[in-house]
């Protein structure tokens, strides 16, 4: 294997870890905080009629978060130097800080208020990175796309949910 093959896949599996590892730490950690608190907490709250089962947001998640990891790694691989780039992924990964940041708040503090206070911003944050995305990569936009609409059904969730207990 020559040397330029190899160090082509070393910076290919660089990108991808890049991409991977804190889309998985975020996911990793809302789960940390959630799953204790789905019972009792959680199910003791008053939830609008729309609120789906608890076995949605699984399958859900994992599609959002697939599309988030392949969106960031779509960026990540353009030439460093590329305008906007930086931004971009400043975007993205404080996005992705800011949706581990709501479990903590909504489950871990057991308070949509606090919640509410979080899932916001990050839907602004979302927007933000979708648009700066759009510049380098229209499919890494794209794939950030239901993302946006899923955190946009959270957001009127919290703010139900908050309603409906406070």
Request: charged share 5%.
């Given at each position: 294997?020559?040397?330029?093959?190899?160090?082509?896949?070393?910076?290919?599996?660089?990108?991808?870890?890049?991409?991977?590892?804190?889309?998985?730490?975020?996911?990793?950690?809302?789960?940390?905080?959630?799953?204790?608190?789905?019972?009792?907490?959680?199910?003791s709250?008053?939830?609008?009629?729309?609120?789906?089962?608890?076995?949605?947001?699984?399958?859900?998640?994992?599609?959002?978060?697939?599309?988030?990891?392949?969106?960031?790694?779509?960026?990540?691989?353009?030439p460093?130097?590329?305008?906007?780039?930086?931004?971009?992924?400043?975007?993205?990964?404080?996005?992705?800080?800011l949706?581990?940041?709501?479990?903590?708040?909504?489950?871990?503090?057991?308070?949509?208020?606090?919640?509410?206070?979080?899932?916001?911003?990050?839907?602004?944050?979302?927007?933000?990175?979708?648009?700066?995305?759009?510049?380098?990569?229209?499919?890494?936009?794209?794939?950030l796309?239901?993302?946006?609409?899923?955190?946009?059904?959270?957001?009127?969730?919290?703010?139900?949910?908050?309603?409906?207990?406070?």
């Amino acid at each position: 294997m020559t040397t330029a093959i190899r160090s082509g896949f070393g910076r290919s599996l660089s990108l991808a870890l890049a991409a991977i590892l804190p889309v998985v730490a975020a996911s990793l950690a809302g789960q940390y905080v959630t799953f204790p608190n789905l019972t009792p907490w959680y199910a003791s709250l008053a939830k609008p009629s729309f609120n789906p089962p608890n076995a949605v947001f699984g399958p859900v998640w994992t599609v959002l978060y697939i599309l988030m990891a392949f969106a960031a790694w779509r960026i990540l691989r353009l030439p460093p130097f590329m305008r906007h780039r930086r931004m971009a992924l400043a975007l993205f990964y404080g996005q992705l800080g800011l949706n581990a940041l709501w479990s903590f708040a909504f489950f871990g503090a057991h308070s949509p208020l606090l919640g509410l206070v979080v899932i916001i911003p990050l839907l602004a944050m979302i927007v933000a990175t979708i648009a700066t995305f759009r510049r380098l990569d229209a499919v890494a936009a794209w794939c950030l796309v239901p993302y946006l609409a899923w955190v946009s059904f959270a957001t009127v969730l919290n703010a139900s949910v908050w309603w409906l207990n406070a």
